[in-house]
């Protein structure tokens, strides 16, 4: 596996060596060691999955302290565009995004911080995107902020949203609970 560094502190893109021959794929998403080596904390609490047709938009979310938590996503079907923010108070990128091209077909993840917002459109007719999370989802610490609001251009400006994403207020207005507390 090799771990790709990002330009937002402590988020990376994971690009696990793929087996590929006449009966299919074969893909080791998560290697203890590995993972260590590069400072990543692995304490996953919780696994779950999306399923989601074209041109569906889902975020940007997050949890709230004190249930913020680390998260790794993968496409295990379809393709997806992946976008993070940086919500973290003194980072050197706060309020900046990064997007990723995620998919069955390349097989990479992302390793997401606390305090970063996270969502995703998807391209293609259906899309699976799996998720591990450090802490347990909590609805009271459950929030989020605009999709439109973080200065990407989105390959959809009509995108097909829940009615809970729409009504997050934008980056601008968000006081954020996060503090950048260096590198990792």
Same mark, same amino acid.
């Not at 590069?38 to 779950?48: D, H, K, P, Q």
């Not at 459109?121 to 347990?136: D, F, G, H, R």
């Given at each position: ?29 998560? %290697?203890?060691? /590995?993972?260590?080596?590069? +400072? $990543?904390?692995?304490? =996953? ?61 390349? %097989?990479?993840? /992302?390793?997401?911080?606390? +305090? $970063?917002?996270?969502? =995703? ?64």
């Amino acid at each position: 596996m090799r771990i790709k560094t990002c330009k937002i502190p402590g988020c990376f893109e994971l690009l696990p060596d793929v087996h590929c021959d006449h009966r299919g794929v074969f893909v080791k998403t998560f %290697h203890e060691e /590995i993972f260590s080596n590069y +400072g $990543l904390i692995t304490s =996953f609490a919780e696994e779950y999955y999306s399923g989601s047709h074209k041109k569906v938009l889902r975020g940007l979310h997050f949890q709230a302290p004190p249930m913020d938590h680390i998260k790794m996503v993968y496409c295990v079907q379809g393709s997806v565009l992946d976008v993070v923010v940086d919500l973290r108070v003194g980072s050197p990128t706060y309020g900046q995004f990064e997007a990723f091209q995620l998919s069955a077909d390349l %097989h990479n993840m /992302i390793y997401i911080p606390r +305090g $970063l917002a996270h969502g =995703f459109y998807v391209q293609s007719e259906y899309a699976i995107m799996l998720y591990k999370v450090t802490t347990v989802y909590s609805p009271e610490h459950d929030c989020g902020i605009s999709w439109s609001s973080i200065g990407y251009s989105w390959p959809d400006s009509t995108p097909i949203i829940s009615a809970r994403d729409s009504d997050f207020i934008d980056l601008k207005d968000f006081k954020s609970p996060f503090r950048y507390e260096g590198s990792a």
